[in-house]
């Protein structure tokens, strides 16, 4: 209150510097106004300056007025202590004498009205420009836009104001370890405000459109990149009856990927950790993870009243390729299908789904000092369901082999396989999902496999039953578990654990509007109906729109093209910071309507608001006469996006200029076409985009066997009666026909494989042909067949080489038996794999070299052919002991046309009998890689059998690096890398309202 005290105190002195820079006035004082808060102060200005004695005399509505503050004999200011409303009328009159009985009156009447409400019926237009800057911690927001509307008074006293356009909106929000920003094109901006007898009911505005999102969200360990498009956006704010709410939807899909950063640091264990391993050293190299998927749709929106969210939806569904590279490692993980859903209402979250279905692979091939290991595993199965609260899949399947020199098998399978009543630790029942769960590690032989035993690693089966709570709002859902294991450290039993299951916590969802806090409400407050020079009034309705204003100097100027209109200026300060500035128009009937504004506010040093309103039309009351009138000129008439004869909706534009912007009613006719005197709008509503910018509009639907050019009418009519008539021509469109559903038999295929299409299509005319386009990927066109069963459009096409791996969809060309033709892309897309690199004729010059016979050989020519549709990125092999570097060498390219590669390998005398394997590999543009091994056999009569010149010692410390360093566990370890993506308080189709 101390401040508002204050800055009104400001506004006064303020008051007083901007009258003493006035013109200067006669002898004859006067009364002005000083309102604020509820309070009606007066002064009285320029009174005689000799000895007077004073009285006064004032009523509100014709009652007596109580009056504090009077002074009989320097009366300066003084108060009426009744609140004012809307509708008063304020009569002061003062009398003053002097010791010559000289005598001097002072009056004032004041019709009390709402800031920019004249009191009489009127329908007016207005223009409006309008941006928003906000800065700080918690992101950016900007917001802009131009927009037309009108405001319309009718006899009972009831004021609709509403006004529409477009813009732009940018939002940057960071949130913990993401950062997300939207870059939307409005093209639907929608204000609103109605009032009755001065007090407002109802105000609020909308903001809708599309475009772009872009950012780091919170999935994987080092977060990933999201490129999308938002399809459609709403966001809406709004005040009924002193209740405020917020409600946004957004609809959106795009593609996620990471950036490949390192996941895994190079890490080097101390002197004395090495020691305390007994001299096993354990490491890890650089290694990087990429993940690439469509989101295919992200829906997500909420609803909050007072501050308070009382609603919130989250739908997440798409599908991701995760790949994990570390050295020689490879990990690919297809998830097909990813679900996450969840519905929130007043913090208890009543709905929600988690799906995930995928399938994968894990390639390593690993050599350390000569020993060569390659695993190969693949996830068979992944599926993970929970809907409507309950778990309702938990499938795991994966399984694989080590080869080279050690051999062996590992995998789990797990699955649910009943659904029964358990009771936990505590003896309260639940419903439970009775899950088995079989693991086994099995080394079974190859050249160092014997060594395994030293160091604790032996073959192990484990089967486990479990029992967990269906119930998903649950944490340690385990209460009951039963194992057996057998192997180098058997066990056996069974236990029910203690504190299971835990209830997971409903928590508030902080109510965090997405697009802060900033008010485009206008300023609103009483004022008298004709204000005077010197006044000053605190429009204070409003909190963050308070400002107290001081009416200036009294000028004509042109408003809404007519000259001579009387305004008087305002200027004043906003209690948050800025200043707004403007014009009333003072004499007439629309005597307190604002002429023009400009308003900047500040908000602090992060929150800026610009806006400006132009008074452009006065259709009601009438100020020009009928002489003075011009009759209306009928323009251009435009179809936008076309006028077609199917039925579907399309509109009718047509230009109307008017000098004095007063046309009253435009209507379209045609009997051709049986468009009877169809009335336009110029109001942004019913196919209108803007609101009074002289183009009038119309939304019409015409479902008629005809095509061509037809004859209509345009009609306009001002509001004094003057009509004008306009011949136009309208062009009515064949539709094309319309794409009704795309199947294919399979969901995946291999490129040169075949795949059935099934295509419905409709049209008025009939469908005459359908094709599938393959041209843009180095394919033909493909005509489909009908089939006399159903209509629909059968095709067998077979996938071309030009079709990039991922999701394909493929182009659809309709034609109907008028000619008219569409090109559709298909609306569901296919997985076309990407085939790895197809590995041919790998051989060597000699397979076997004998050192018992007396021509050595000294050199091996290595030749492989290789192909693949996407280009070949790297073409390597890795000689091992063979050569002097013992990792991943390129190889030669010897025919890039036929795809043929090769290397010449030295062979060295010095090198002990055994066999030598050779390992090629081929990686594709698309990561996608093959190798093949081939074997050379060196005879040596005087070595013993050693493997490839390998102690027991050397072998030893592999087996434990390949071990410590979980290279072969890994493969078990793969399978969590799923990212679940769970919702923030800043991210559905569904439409809250």
Not at 20 to 40: K, L, P, R
Not at 64 to 75: C, F, R, S, V, Y
Not at 873 to 891: E, I, R, T, Y
Request: glycine share 10%; proline share 3%.
């Amino acid at each position: 209150m101390r401040r508002t005290t204050l800055f009104v105190l400001g506004c006064l002195v303020f008051a007083s510097f901007v009258t003493g820079q006035s013109e200067e006035t006669d002898e004859q004082a006067s009364i002005i106004t000083h309102w604020f808060d509820g309070w009606h102060v007066y002064e009285i200005i320029d009174l005689p300056s000799n000895d007077w004695n004073w009285s006064i005399a004032a009523t509100i509505n014709g009652a007596p007025a109580n009056i504090t503050g009077w002074n009989e004999t320097a009366p300066t200011l003084f108060n009426l202590s009744e609140p004012l409303i809307f509708g008063d009328v304020v009569d002061i009159i003062i009398d003053g004498n002097d010791e010559t009985d000289q005598t001097m009156q002072i009056t004032r009447s004041l019709d009390v009205v709402a800031w920019n409400e004249p009191g009489v019926p009127h329908e007016v237009a207005f223009t409006s420009e309008i941006w928003v800057e906000q800065y700080g911690d918690n992101g950016r927001f900007d917001l802009s836009f131009n927009a037309s509307g009108w405001q319309i008074r009718d006899a009972n006293g009831e004021l609709l104001r509403e006004e529409g356009g477009s813009g732009r909106m940018i939002v940057s929000e960071p949130s913990g370890d993401q950062s997300l920003m939207f870059e939307l094109e409005l093209d639907d901006v929608w204000r609103n405000l109605t009032s009755s007898a001065g007090i407002v009911t109802f105000e609020g505005y909308e903001f809708s459109g599309s475009g772009n999102m872009l950012g780091d969200i919170g999935a994987f360990d080092d977060g990933a990149r999201l490129n999308g498009t938002v399809h459609d956006a709403r966001w809406v704010r709004y005040w009924d009856e002193g209740s405020v709410t917020e409600q946004f939807n957004i609809s959106a899909s795009g593609e996620i990927s990471t950036d490949g950063e390192k996941v895994n640091e190079a890490s080097a264990e101390s002197d004395e950790d090495q020691e305390t391993n007994d001299g096993r050293q354990r490491g890890g190299e650089d290694g990087s993870m990429s993940a690439t998927g469509e989101i295919a749709r992200l829906s997500f929106g909420y609803v909050d009243q007072d501050g308070v969210r009382e609603a919130q939806r989250l739908i997440v569904e798409g599908d991701l390729v995760i790949r994990i590279i570390d050295d020689d490692l490879r990990v690919t993980q297809y998830i097909d299908d990813f679900e996450f859903s969840e519905v929130i209402e007043n913090t208890v979250i009543i709905d929600s789904s988690y799906v995930i279905d995928g399938y994968g692979f894990i390639d390593a091939n690993i050599e350390e000092d000569g020993i060569i290991v390659i695993i190969n595993a693949t996830i068979h199965d992944l599926l993970q369901i929970e809907r409507g609260g309950l778990t309702l899949a938990d499938t795991l399947h994966y399984s694989g082999t080590y080869s080279g020199d050690v051999e062996g098998t590992f995998g789990q399978v797990r699955s649910i396989e009943d659904t029964l009543q358990d009771t936990n630790a505590s003896g309260v029942a639940f419903e439970v999902n009775r899950i088995r769960d079989q693991r086994w590690n099995n080394i079974t032989g190859g050249s160092i496999g014997q060594f395994a035993p030293i160091f604790g690693i032996e073959a192990y089966q484990n089967e486990t039953i479990t029992h967990d709570v269906r119930e998903t709002g649950w944490n340690n859902r385990t209460i009951f578990i039963e194992w057996v294991q057998t192997g180098a450290d058997p066990s056996e039993g069974s236990e029910k654990p203690e504190r299971s299951p835990i209830p997971i916590e409903n928590v508030d969802i902080e109510s965090n509007s997405a697009f802060g806090e900033f008010d485009l409400r206008q300023a609103r407050g009483l004022v008298p109906r004709v204000p005077q020079l010197g006044d000053t009034i605190c429009l204070s309705e409003i909190d963050t729109r308070h400002m107290c204003i001081t009416f200036g100097i009294i000028d004509t100027e042109t408003v809404a093209g007519i000259p001579g209109i009387e305004v008087i200026h305002w200027t004043g300060p906003y209690m948050t910071g800025g200043n707004a500035e403007g014009a009333t128009i003072r004499n007439g009937p629309l005597t307190g309507l604002i002429a023009h504004e400009t308003h900047i506010q500040s908000l602090g040093l992060t929150e800026t608001i610009f806006e400006q309103h132009t008074l452009i039309a006065v259709l009601n009351p009438s100020i020009v006469s009928s002489e003075q009138n011009t009759a209306p000129v009928i323009g251009d008439l435009s179809l936008r996006d076309g006028l077609f004869n199917d039925g579907r909706l399309g509109n009718i534009d047509v230009d109307v200029f008017d000098a004095e912007r007063n046309v009253e009613y435009v209507e379209i006719h045609s009997e051709d076409l049986d468009i009877i005197h169809l009335a336009m709008n110029d109001r942004g509503i019913d196919g209108d985009r803007l609101s009074v910018d002289g183009t009038w509009s119309v939304s019409v639907q015409l479902d008629v066997d005809q095509r061509g050019i037809f004859s209509g009418v345009i009609t306009a009519v001002d509001v004094f009666g003057v009509t004008t008539t306009s011949l136009v021509d309208i062009i009515l469109t064949e539709a094309a026909p319309t794409l009704d559903s795309v199947t294919f038999n399979l969901t995946e295929i291999d490129r040169g494989e075949e795949v059935t299409i099934t295509i419905i299509a409709t049209d008025e005319a009939g469908v005459a042909s359908v094709e599938v386009d393959f041209t843009e990927v180095r394919g033909n066109l493909i005509s489909a067949t009908k089939r006399i069963s159903d209509g629909a459009w059968v095709a067998m096409v077979t996938i071309p080489e030009g079709v990039i791996p991922g999701h394909f969809s493929p182009l659809i060309r309709l034609i109907d038996s008028h000619g008219a033709m569409s090109v559709v892309r298909s609306p569901v897309s296919l997985v076309v794999n990407n085939d790895a690199p197809r590995i041919t004729d790998l051989s060597l010059s000699q397979y076997v070299i004998d050192r018992s016979e007396p021509s050595q050989v000294e050199l091996v020519i290595l030749r492989v052919t290789v192909t693949d549709p996407d280009g070949i990125l790297l073409a390597q092999v890795m000689l091992a002991d063979l050569g002097n570097d013992s990792g991943w060498q390129p190889l030669d390219v010897l025919d890039t046309k036929n795809g043929t590669y090769g290397a010449n390998i030295p062979v060295r005398d010095g090198l002990p009998g055994g066999e030598y394997p050779i390992v090629v590999r081929f990686v594709d543009v698309n990561s996608a890689q093959s190798t093949s091994t081939i074997t050379l056999m060196i005879v040596n009569p005087d070595d013993q059998s050693v493997v490839a010149g390998v102690s027991q010692e050397t072998a030893s410390s592999i087996v434990w690096a390949l071990i410590g360093t979980g290279i072969i566990a890994l493969a078990a370890a793969a399978i969590i890398i799923v990212p679940r993506i769970t919702p923030t308080d800043d991210e559905e189709d569904t439409t809250f309202e």
